[in-house]
């Protein structure tokens, strides 16, 4: 444990499990969405749906669907600001069972279509745990700057993503795959140790097969 354990992150209160951890959930489900949302469902299990209200966390999960940082000040409007950008916003209270207390699945619609769904777990000190993307399982803790690629199963694209990693001088902790079926949606995660300052999602975003590349940086945004 360090002092940042202890402190917690800079945010927008009154709680980092509550607010913060939120927020970040949000923020990676806007990521993983390459259109422009025009709607969203939030449902909450645990916690945080009995909770919510009182502690901002309908507030910072939309704050972070609206690309907002734990620290943006913008969080205590986030519900009027997505109404004047004609988000759509649907908040819903889950008695089902969850696996944390602190938990949400989050559905983006797109102004083409598109849908992303992520389940995330807000764990503690402002850290997350992500669980799903798309329905497939994933195991996404923020504690390493990780690479998210959501792509096609297809032969060739992993090995590529990883031989242009090595060839940036990146070097992979943890690499682990995901897939809908042969030869349908499937999602890279890659930890690396420590940070790259390089752009590399703009590349992996250009690889046949890459339908979205995202950068979650360790214990940030």
Do not use: W
Request: glycine share 14%.
């Amino acid at each position: 444990m360090n002092i940042f354990d202890i402190i917690g992150p800079v945010m927008i209160g009154p709680s980092s499990s509550h607010t913060a951890g939120a927020a970040r959930i949000g923020k990676i489900a806007s990521l993983l969405m390459k259109e422009k949302i025009v709607e969203a469902e939030v449902e909450l299990f645990g916690s945080f749906a009995k909770t919510y209200k009182g502690h901002g966390t309908d507030k910072a999960l939309v704050g972070g669907i609206l690309g907002m940082n734990p620290d943006d000040e913008r969080i205590r409007e986030s519900l009027t600001l997505a109404n004047e950008q004609g988000v759509r916003i649907h908040i819903l209270e889950s008695t089902k069972p969850c696996k944390h207390p602190n938990s949400a699945r989050i559905t983006l619609k797109g102004e083409q279509g598109a849908t992303v769904t992520i389940v995330g777990a807000s764990v503690g000190g402002g850290n997350i745990f992500v669980s799903q993307i798309d329905g497939m399982e994933v195991s996404i803790n923020g504690q390493n700057d990780t690479l998210i690629v959501v792509h096609q199963d297809v032969p060739g694209v992993v090995g590529k993503v990883a031989e242009f990693l090595g060839n940036c001088g990146i070097n992979v902790c943890n690499m682990a795959l995901s897939r809908e079926n042969k030869g349908g949606k499937a999602i890279l995660c890659i930890s690396i140790d420590g940070h790259t300052d390089l752009d590399v999602t703009t590349y992996i975003n250009h690889f046949a097969g890459v339908e979205r590349c995202i950068m979650l940086l360790a214990g940030g945004n």
